[in-house]
């Protein structure tokens, strides 16, 4: 019951940045906007509820499944990126790289603040 209490709230926040995106027409995923506002609600509250963190966690074992539909249109659109292959492949190498950056300077960060507090 917990684990569906928690996909509520994912679904709830899903549903308020597809409002978002349609009430001041942005040219952003619901989802995405959904994911920045839970974001910075988790932010000001400093903690994951329980529900809300097994919710996750039953989502991140079948992330592949969520990230499949954009491959599939991918696929089905390869032509229109015939002649751009040189900008596709340095558009993916540079967003690889700078994910990958930002995620180790994050770790280092959480982890010196982790250090800091006497545990």
Do not use: H, Y
């Not at 619901?30 to 400093?46: A, C, E, H, N, S």
């Not at 499944?65 to 659109?77: A, D, E, K, Q, R």
């Not at 994050?106 to 982790?114: C, E, H, K, S």
Request: no cysteine; proline share 2%; charged share 10%.
């Amino acid at each position: 019951m917990s684990m569906l209490r928690g996909f509520l709230v994912l679904v709830l926040f899903f549903i308020l940045g597809e409002s978002m995106r349609v009430l001041f027409a942005l040219p952003v995923s619901g989802g995405v906007l959904g994911m920045v506002v839970i974001t910075f609600t988790l932010m000001v509250k400093g903690n994951v509820s329980d529900e809300l963190a097994s919710a996750s966690q039953g989502l991140i074992s079948v992330l592949v499944l969520l990230i499949m539909p954009g491959v599939v249109g991918v696929f089905f659109t390869a032509d229109q990126f015939s002649g751009q292959w040189l900008a596709v492949a340095t558009a993916l190498l540079v967003g690889t790289f700078l994910s990958v950056l930002t995620t180790l300077l994050l770790m280092q960060l959480v982890t010196a603040r982790g250090d800091g507090d006497g545990e």
